[in-house]
């Protein structure tokens, strides 16, 4: 593979002795990988039901290799369940090396399409905010599905630039990812288009716009709090020199400490004219040294506050909770499928009704594509529940469930949005809404009526024939 003249100087001059490794690496084929979800499934229960042959990604708990040559894990109906996101292994890393907590206020400022937030929000258990803000509409679109894929609710979906968000959330975050667009020369083996995009817009360009990013971020960081600052390129300007600036401006941050592996390799703080020491202790990723693409990772943490949020604060959060009334057709939806409305905090809008998350700020002008989980919406006389909903319900210890082993044809059919005969699996006089499932995996809604299904999936998620 040709490059340009300027990037093989640079990377001669950043690997030394390594640089012919490096070149080697580019005859060798890509490494596909996925992501558990263990908001959804353990590790070792996924490992008891995993249809195809996988092996750990060694720096990633919940990470696994494939081989993308022989499966499609995409064509499979645990992919729809949200048990798992296709992302390259490297990828994985700084959502894993960003210590979330339950209970955190959670910010991934460049989102989409959701790789690294819908691991953030599986961290979360359920509990605290995720605020996944992509500065294109569109994108956040494939973000918010993604999200409610992996059944995620505690979110907030906005599409704005960073100078706005600063204006809502000054000091607020527990922990922020940056996720940094960048000129992606880690990504020329993986995508060779990569390299003419690289011409048009190199390092110089992008690193102007990730020093004003990662001080916007700064400012929504609160004292105490922590973010992880990360870029799929290998140049200097667009890494250790952004660390550089950030600590600059903003002299209360320090480089810590992220959890090493053997392939990983230092930061380079002799490349950064009268650098801080410390940016040693960042992070580069090379695909010679790693089964990877190539990534850069930085964590930081905002003066001396503590590591966690007062517990006191979360609490009189979850004491204050105000909601609407539920209209009676959703609190006999409730109670069926045992959703605890009381620990809801409603928000309804028209007909739509949502479980909203506490502690939001006023967001009165902000550009969002969804806050919290939408529930459904009331309907005259009856409630429709939504597919978010059906995402992140549980399906153990429910009476309204039709599951089928994942081989059962009639799994794909639902997927495509056909009605199905299932008298086979259900007594004939059952009515109502079911919580079609795939081996206790829920997939969606449907409507029963004397053994037959009528499918409610969601259009937009249908299963599209190759």
């Not at 042959?53 to 993308?68: K, L, T």
């Not at 943490?301 to 007062?310: L, N, P, T, Y």
């Not at 006389?381 to 549980?394: D, G, I, K």
Request: hydrophobic share 35%; with cysteine.
């Amino acid at each position: 593979m040709r490059f340009p003249a300027a990037f093989e100087e640079k990377m001669q001059r950043l690997l030394g002795e390594e640089y012919p490794a490096y070149l080697a690496c580019y005859d060798e084929p890509r490494y596909f990988g996925l992501r558990v979800n263990t908001k959804k499934i353990s590790v070792e229960e996924f490992l008891k039901i995993c249809p195809f042959e996988v092996r750990q990604v060694p720096w990633i708990r919940n990470g696994f290799y494939y081989d993308g040559t022989q499966v499609s894990p995409a064509r499979h109906p645990y992919y729809f369940a949200g048990l798992y996101y296709l992302q390259e292994p490297s990828a994985m890393t700084p959502a894993d090396r960003l210590p979330v907590e339950p209970g955190d206020r959670v910010l991934d400022l460049c989102a989409a399409p959701g790789g690294k937030a819908t691991e953030l929000g599986a961290k979360l258990k359920g509990e605290g905010l995720l605020v996944a803000n992509d500065i294109s509409s569109s994108r956040a679109k494939g973000l918010l599905k993604n999200l409610e894929l992996f059944g995620i609710g505690n979110v907030l979906v906005s599409s704005e630039e960073p100078g706005r968000l600063c204006q809502y959330f000054p000091g607020y975050f527990d922990k922020i990812l940056i996720d940094a667009p960048c000129s992606g020369e880690g990504m020329f083996r993986k995508d060779r288009k990569m390299v003419k995009a690289w011409e048009e817009h190199g390092p110089a360009y992008f690193s102007k716009i990730q020093k004003h990013i990662i001080l916007q971020a700064a400012d929504m960081l609160r004292e105490g709090g922590m973010m992880l600052y990360s870029t799929c390129t290998f140049d200097p300007s667009e890494n250790e020199e952004v660390i550089a600036h950030l600590l600059r401006e903003r002299p209360g941050f320090c480089i810590c400490s992220i959890e090493p592996y053997d392939g990983f390799a230092p930061g380079r703080p002799d490349l950064v004219p009268g650098a801080d020491p410390s940016l040693a202790d960042t992070v580069r990723i090379f695909p010679h040294r790693m089964h990877g693409e190539g990534h850069f990772l930085a964590l930081l943490k905002k003066g001396e506050g503590q590591d966690a949020r007062g517990k006191k604060e979360r609490a009189d959060a979850q004491q204050g909770r105000k909601r609407k009334e539920a209209a009676p057709e959703l609190e006999e939806f409730s109670q069926k499928f045992k959703i605890d409305l009381s620990c809801c905090t409603l928000d309804i809008h028209g007909e739509r009704v949502y479980d909203m998350p506490v502690g939001l700020p006023d967001m009165r002008g902000m550009r969002f594509l969804r806050t919290g989980l939408l529930l459904g919406e009331n309907r005259k006389n009856r409630f429709e529940p939504s597919q978010a909903l059906a995402m992140a319900l549980p399906a153990g210890g429910l009476e309204d469930v039709i599951s089928l082993p994942a081989d059962d044809g009639r799994v794909i059919r639902y997927l495509k949005g056909e009605t199905l005969d299932v008298e086979d699996v259900v007594s004939p006089k059952k009515k109502g809404w079911q919580l079609f499932c795939v081996d206790g995996f829920p997939l969606g809604w449907g409507k029963l009526s004397g053994g037959t299904l009528k499918n409610k999936y969601l259009p937009g998620w249908r299963w599209q024939s190759v």
